[in-house]
């Protein structure tokens, strides 16, 4: 395997590092990352990945591990699925057959798994299932689980602690950071170290430490030391720290050797405090809203590799100074075509790759590990959870159709809720329809740019006004503010969203863009889609995950205004879904009511 890379100076303090992975005689992977300081664990990692892929002998892994490397990076086969077990007891008799399908999946995979987890599926349900039967058939393995935040790593970690069977489990970040639960809290590393014996010791140094600084600085009682005098204790406080380091690094250790478990972010898993730790597997919860190069700091720690989430719904979120105006490489192995969905029936063939043959995801950090593993590998490196436990099944029915090739499913539980059901809703008749469209076509509702020019975010004062109209509806009928989110792409929107909206129902009210909405819920969600103009232009409003996102919030009761004659302009699969709402939604048109 031949790898090359180079760093070319961009602006600022960053940089942009290229990397060539050729695979034997069939596989070419080109990577771009865009350093900064800050990304100096991503930086050594990548370096580290370079010395693997090249053999170079000063890295020293084991061999399941090399292996591991291998897979992901196409340079060998993976290895054939183990035999069934006789027979799975499962922990949590909740399960549905696609989550005991994809538990199973992960038992058996050698090297990596990955479960596919659309909308209110319960991946991380199913996540903890995973790891119930790991740590219950073999006590002594050991389990890396990381996440794309905090807040995907924590909530893994409050699930973990609710648990009957308690298991020894450390949270690795600074407790500011982590979730404001005393459970969690009490699971950091920081807090049960200073739990300990070899703590109070090392305060001791540390105690002493600071005495000894303080003298030498002239702070404490009487003159600052000289000449031989000074330079004895310079020696002792060097001896301190030196001590002090030992005994800190030894309650690390110590806490860590202990956990059967351990949790991080991506990032914070490059720390050093697991800087000579091996896992048997690593998880990765939110794998679709991490950037590969961070996934990779976890990955080289562990044996197997475990990754959840949904390519459907948002990648990472890539910030720039420049605008990209070259055109993307080309995705190539399994071409897709923007109506296929995610689970196509050609996406399950794993064929080698023919001499000569490139990989080629496309020169972005939008590109995620799933993404190229399911391009690589297709339905066979996945397991995809099918029943969704949030949505109407009319508000589920066009991402199913459309995102999920019709697998997603809706459980009986949730099939047919509305918001009348709702205690202290009254029936009113309006609120019977699950989906309704606001139309503004022909209204001449248009857009504007927020500042100057039309670089700037988009807002439409009259879908405001239809949007606060349709919040009084909804709230007049009983159903709280609280139980209600109104969401946009565009920030101009949610701004004047929210100077229209809070004066009357405060914070209760969720007012947000779609991005900040992901892996929320509320039973009524409003999208104001913003565009609306004689260009029929959309703009960034085309990327079907953005829409994803915005159309599988709601439990009870989607509500969309917009102007279909513009949207509908925007590619194929806006035009489906307008055309979609037209004859499945409750249409209202906006000049008329």
């Not at 909308?119 to 006590?139: D, N, Y």
């Not at 600085?217 to 030391?225: D, F, L, Q, R």
Request: glycine residues 6%; aromatic residues 4%.
């Amino acid at each position: 395997m031949n790898m090359n890379s180079k760093y070319r100076s961009d602006a600022g303090s960053s940089s942009l590092r290229t990397m060539s992975l050729t695979t034997g005689e069939c596989t070419r992977i080109p990577v771009q990352f865009n350093l900064t300081p800050a990304a100096s664990r991503m930086d050594k990692t990548i370096d580290q990945l370079e010395r693997i892929a090249t053999g170079s002998p000063d890295v020293k892994l084991s061999l399941e591990k090399h292996r591991l490397v291998q897979i992901l990076l196409a340079m060998t086969p993976r290895s054939p699925e183990a035999p069934p077990p006789a027979a799975i007891t499962f922990f949590d008799d909740t399960l549905n057959d696609s989550q005991k399908a994809a538990v199973q999946f992960c038992l058996q995979a050698p090297e990596v798994a990955c479960i596919h987890g659309p909308p209110g599926t319960g991946k991380t349900h199913t996540l903890i299932e995973v790891i119930r039967q790991l740590t219950s058939t073999l006590p002594k393995r050991r389990i890396l689980i990381c996440g794309a935040s905090n807040l995907s790593v924590d909530n893994i970690l409050e699930r973990l602690l609710a648990l009957p069977d308690k298991l020894k489990v450390t949270r690795i970040g600074h407790p500011a950071r982590v979730m404001a639960n005393q459970g969690v809290l009490d699971s950091t590393l920081e807090v049960k170290a200073g739990r300990t014996e070899q703590a109070v010791l090392a305060k001791d140094v540390k105690n002493e430490l600071e005495t000894a600084l303080s003298v030498l600085s002239g702070k404490g009682k009487g003159k600052a030391p000289r000449g031989l005098e000074r330079r004895k204790m310079w020696d002792e406080v060097k001896a301190l720290r030196k001590e002090y380091r030992q005994r800190e690094g030894g309650v690390v250790e110590s806490v860590l050797s202990e956990s059967q478990i351990v949790l991080a972010t991506c990032h914070s898993a490059g720390g050093r405090q697991l800087r000579n730790h091996e896992f048997d597997v690593v998880i990765i919860d939110e794998a679709t809203q991490a950037l590969e190069a961070v996934c990779w700091v976890p990955i080289l720690k562990g044996k197997k590799l475990i990754l959840a989430g949904d390519p459907m719904q948002l990648p990472p979120t890539v910030l720039s100074k420049t605008k990209t105006k070259t055109k993307p490489a080309k995705k190539a192995v399994v071409k897709t075509d923007e109506e296929d969905s995610s689970d196509s029936e050609n996406s399950g063939d794993e064929k080698p790759a023919k001499k000569g043959q490139e990989l080629q995801p496309p020169r972005t950090l939008e590109t995620t590990l799933f993404d190229r593993l399911e391009r690589m590998y297709g339905g066979k490196v996945k397991r995809m959870l099918q029943v969704q436990y949030r949505m109407h099944a009319d508000i589920c029915a066009f991402p199913s159709n459309t995102l999920y090739a019709s697998k997603l499913t809706s459980s009986p539980a949730v099939a047919s809720r509305l918001l009348k059901d709702l205690p202290g809703v009254d029936g009113d008749e309006e609120l019977a329809a699950p989906v309704v469209l606001f139309d503004t076509a022909g209204c001449e509702y248009f857009e504007r740019s927020e500042g100057d020019s039309d670089e700037g975010s988009r807002c439409n004062e009259n879908e405001a006004t239809v949007v606060k109209n349709w919040v009084d509806k909804l709230t007049s009928c009983g159903l709280l503010p609280s139980q209600i989110a109104v969401i946009s792409p565009y920030q101009a929107q949610v701004t004047l969203l929210s100077s229209i909206l809070r004066p009357v129902y405060g914070l209760d009210i969720e007012i947000g863009t779609v991005d900040g909405m992901q892996g929320r819920e509320k039973e009524a969600v409003i999208i104001s889609l913003v565009r609306s103009n004689d260009k029929r232009e959309v703009g960034f409003l085309k990327e079907k995950r953005r829409l994803n996102v915005a159309m599988t919030r709601a439990k009870r009761h989607l509500c969309v205004v917009g102007d279909s004659g513009t949207v509908s302009h925007g590619g194929r699969y806006l035009k489906r879904w307008m055309s979609w709402l037209e004859e499945n939604a409750d249409v209202r048109y906006a000049g008329l009511d």
